[in-house]
């Protein structure tokens, strides 16, 4: 008669065991997963949004595809999924407005293009028509046709009437991260880069900041892309992305408000 209750609390402690472990598996199944694409030069920054945005709303499970404005304007084009578009070019955001791919969209930054060098290179540069000199033999830039930051530089380039005389040193990346991480291990002598991805970096710094006029003006718009299954969450984070906790990040990370 005295075994009887040890045998109830064999019984019964499975299935307290089960129910503990059950909790946190039917929490996780009430998330909203947000799929957000969004321009390389936004990582450091999304990261720390992230961070805040979840914590405010634990239903929240904030995704990032992270790339060039255009190969993600190309993947929401043809349908891949997605809640949100942050492009790094208001050239992609309008292709999608005009496919009607976005239900709305607004200005959300901008930034500064700046030519970089490794950190410890000894050439020092007052202007870029440098870069034609010998001891340049390979410079990094974006790929024009898909990245805002490789279209800004071809600009640039043009503008100066550099274009030509440098297209054989030039050497693309797919998207401004990678054209940093050549100037960081030494592949490349020069790159072009935003300033805030410059900011991030300790192996490269700025030579020289690119005045906007010789380019068009880099604006990053933000929207919700109409196929979104999660329109009220999308748009409340659309909101969260343009409020005063947002902006600080932003501009922490050397991003201009508009």
Not at 36 to 48: G, I, M, R, T
């Amino acid at each position: 008669m005295k075994r009887a209750p040890k045998m109830m609390l064999r019984i019964a402690l499975p299935i307290a065991l089960l129910a503990a472990t059950a909790q946190p598996a039917i929490a996780a199944s009430k998330k909203t997963e947000l799929l957000v694409c969004a321009a390389a030069s936004l990582k450091d920054s999304l990261a720390e949004i992230e961070k805040g945005y979840e914590a405010s709303h634990p239903t929240i499970d904030l995704v990032f595809n992270l790339g060039s404005s255009g190969t993600l304007q190309k993947q929401i084009e043809q349908g891949a999924p997605a809640d949100l578009f942050l492009s790094a070019g208001q050239k992609q955001m309008d292709a999608l407005n005009d496919a009607k791919r976005i239900e709305r969209s607004s200005l959300l930054l901008k930034n500064e293009l700046v030519m970089v060098v490794p950190t410890d290179s000894k050439k020092a540069f007052t202007t870029i028509k440098q870069l034609v000199g010998k001891d340049i033999e390979t410079i990094a830039i974006g790929q024009p046709e898909s990245v805002p930051a490789g279209q800004y530089a071809k600009e640039t380039l043009t503008t100066r009437k550099l274009w030509d005389s440098l297209a054989s040193k030039l050497v693309y990346a797919k998207d401004v991260r990678q054209v940093l991480t050549y100037v960081e291990t030494g592949n490349a002598d020069a790159g072009f880069v935003y300033k805030t991805d410059a900011l991030t970096s300790k192996k490269a710094k700025v030579a020289l900041r690119i005045i906007p006029g010789v380019h068009k003006p880099i604006l990053y718009p933000a929207g919700i892309v109409k196929d979104t299954k999660h329109l009220k969450e999308a748009a409340a984070f659309y909101s969260y992305l343009q409020g005063s906790n947002a902006d600080a990040i932003f501009v922490k990370y050397g991003f201009m408000l508009p």
